[in-house]
């Protein structure tokens, strides 16, 4: 069974990380995004110290969508270089696991498929 996975990324306010987020689960690409507002950062860019105020974001995904998903986020990302990281999931509780690869596609036949009226 193909593994869960979550990817950090930052956003410049909440508004924007839900929208991207958004389109995201419509696309099946991820199956959440959580949104932590109010997060202060100290960063260094183009030979600056630079300081700022984000969003965090964690994206609940499944493995074999690494790449699209990396894709797809900077495609639409405001930010010119935005942080993606994969952070490999070492264990999951088995309902979890399994919503999050039936909303990402991953289900068998007829599994994770969109269910049609």
Request: charged share 20%; hydrophobic share 45%; aromatic share 6%.
């Amino acid at each position: 069974m193909e593994r869960p996975l979550l990817v950090y990324t930052t956003f410049p306010d909440a508004a924007s990380a839900l929208n991207i987020g958004e389109a995201l689960v419509r696309e099946r690409l991820i199956a959440c995004i959580n949104v932590l507002p109010g997060m202060l950062s100290v960063y260094s860019w183009k030979g600056a110290v630079e300081r700022g105020e984000e969003v965090a974001a964690i994206l609940k995904t499944r493995e074999g969508l690494a790449d699209a998903l990396s894709a797809s986020l900077k495609a639409r990302h405001p930010y010119e270089t935005p942080i993606i990281l994969h952070l490999p999931v070492a264990g999951a509780d088995a309902d979890t696991a399994a919503w999050i690869l039936s909303e990402t596609g991953a289900g068998g036949p007829g599994q994770g498929a969109p269910q049609q009226p």
